[in-house]
């Protein structure tokens, strides 16, 4: 199973970033585990942005609920992040992953990770 | 200011057994498993431990992983070069809902 983060790697303030997980090798609608988004800013350490099941229930970070969309497609094998009124606070490589749903937490399949910068 | 708090840095030399610290409280790592990953320069996060001290298929015994209360540790004995990576713990936070990591810890073989 492979997992490939895909969208535009620049965005203007206030704008909305979007970004697609691909899955490979294995289906997304199989159940077994939550599919996550995770961020690192630029020289800095990880923050987990939210997860999706594939019945479609999220969790998300407190902090960036009020902006933040995690949607899937079982059909196209995809998840997706969607992040409003962005920043270049939210300049940073965007990682998604896979935990299993009895450890949540445990995430054990990421992605290469994709660069987002957000200027004008 | 991240949530778990871990030493920025650490080193060793070749062979010798280091030790990472992680710090947090009761609402995540006192209630709840840790888990460890390795981010070598330039690459993702790797599954490093899970569940305290388990190691995934593939991951050396040279790599192990302890709790106790609210603090956790990763061991590495037998340093090698390869080792040279940053290194983050993390855990669920029940005050949080949420996923909490440490700050990271680069790790240097001299």
């Known amino acids: 199973v492979q997992l490939q983060e895909s969208g535009p790697g620049l965005v203007k303030p206030s704008q909305t970033l979007s970004l697609t997980c691909t899955v490979s090798g294995g289906s997304l609608s199989s159940g077994s585990y939550y599919w996550s988004w995770i961020r690192q800013h630029p020289g800095k350490g990880l923050e987990w942005i939210g997860y999706?099941?594939?019945?479609?229930?999220?969790h998300y970070n407190p902090s960036l609920k009020s902006r933040l969309t995690i949607s899937i497609d079982t059909s196209k094998n995809q998840f997706s992040l969607r992040l409003s009124s962005v920043t270049a606070a939210d300049t940073a490589v965007y990682y998604c992953?896979?935990?299993?749903?009895?450890?949540?937490?445990?995430?054990?399949?990421w992605g290469q990770g994709t660069l987002v910068t957000v200027s004008s | 200011q991240s949530v778990l708090t871990q030493p920025p840095s650490a080193s060793g030399t070749p062979g010798q057994r280091v030790t990472i610290s992680c710090s947090g409280s009761n609402s995540n790592i006192g209630n709840n498993y840790v888990i460890w990953y390795q981010q070598l320069p330039g690459t993702a996060p790797k599954l490093l431990i899970y569940?305290?001290?388990q190691r995934p298929s593939g991951v050396p015994d040279r790599f192990s992983g302890s709790k106790s209360g609210t603090s956790a540790s990763l061991a590495i004995s037998g340093l090698r070069s390869e080792d040279e990576a940053d290194y983050y713990c993390?855990?669920?936070?029940?005050?949080?809902?949420?996923?909490?990591f440490g700050g990271g810890t680069k790790l240097t073989v001299l």
């Open positions: 999706i099941y594939y019945i479609g229930s999220t």
């Open positions: 993390a855990a669920w936070d029940d005050s949080l809902s949420g996923v909490v």
């Open positions: 992953a896979r935990a299993p749903d009895y450890d949540f937490w445990t995430f054990d399949l």
């Open positions: 569940r305290n001290d």
